[in-house]
T-cell receptor, first 118, second 116 residues
Framework: GAVVSQHPSWVICKSGTSVKIECRSLDFQATTMFWYRQFPKQSLMLMATSNEGSKATYEQGVEKDKFLINHASLTLSTLTVTSAHPEDSSFYIC??????????????FGPGTRLTVL | AQTVTQSQPEMSVQEAETVTLSCTYD???????LFWYKQPPSRQMILVIRQEAYKQQNATENRFSVNFQKAAKSFSLKISDSQLGDTAMYFCAFMSYFSGNTPLVFGKGTRLSVIA
């Protein structure tokens, strides 16, 4: 099956610094990538939808200036948490949708990134 | 907007027994996809089973099967011969058929514990 990777798998940073998380589709081209946030024992909360070559669409309540998303190619999207604070500590998951028309309905998930802000 | 409801926050089942997880959804669309995802302690999201709304036949994948009731907007997951490795969070999800950029809509999840 299709593989989506995320890097890093976990990161610890100091308050006020910025952290970049990469999401890559390894064996397919992704027209659309999604970024989710998940708190312990809760469901996935959609943060934003990104399309290759265009600006991301953010969900209501998500600060676009704080969570910068770049989808520069069909295989890479990045999420940058700017000026991170302890309340940004969470598990971040990306998913990618294959552009192939015959499997355009399936999303593939990355393994997630655990962010801890001290 | 579509919503997905999982009314069982936690469930447990004895090893080798059968368990059913409930899911209901709300939509005005006629064509769509429904999914069950598994999230084990590793937190990797794993697709368990998928159902296309235009197909009347219930999807099955080995020990996993669904009971799709379109009129009732119900989509339950049955796990037969439960195994310890089935212990995980299970999320029901909806996706529009004409998906484009539309994301999955997730339920709140059901935590399943398989007991030896």
């Amino acid at each position: 099956g299709a593989v989506v990777s995320q890097h890093p798998s976990w990161v610890i940073c100091k308050s006020g610094t910025s952290v970049k998380i990469e999401c890559r589709s390894l064996d397919f081209q992704a027209t659309t990538m999604f970024w989710y946030r998940q708190f312990p024992k809760q469901s996935l909360m959609l943060m934003a939808t990104s399309n290759e070559g265009s600006k991301a669409t953010y969900e209501q309540g998500v600060e676009k200036d704080k969570f910068l998303i770049n989808h520069a190619s069909l295989t890479l999207s990045t999420l940058t948490v700017t000026s991170a604070h302890p309340e940004d500590s969470s598990f971040y998951i990306c998913s990618a949708r294959d552009r192939s028309p015959d499997i355009n309905n399936e999303q593939f998930f990355g393994p997630g990134t655990r962010l801890t802000v001290l | 907007a579509q919503t997905v409801t999982q009314s069982q926050p936690e469930m447990s089942v004895q090893e080798a027994e059968t368990v059913t997880l409930s899911c209901t959804y709300d939509t005005s669309e006629n064509n769509y996809y429904l999914f069950w995802y598994k999230q084990p302690p590793s937190r990797q999201m794993i697709l368990v089973i998928r159902q296309e709304a235009y197909k009347q036949q219930n999807a099955t994948e080995n020990r996993f099967s669904v009971n799709f009731q379109k009129a009732a907007k119900s989509f339950s997951l049955k796990i037969s011969d439960s195994q310890l490795g089935d212990t995980a969070m299970y999320f029901c999800a909806f996706m529009s058929y004409f998906s484009g950029n539309t994301p999955l809509v997730f339920g709140k999840g059901t935590r399943l514990s398989v007991i030896a």
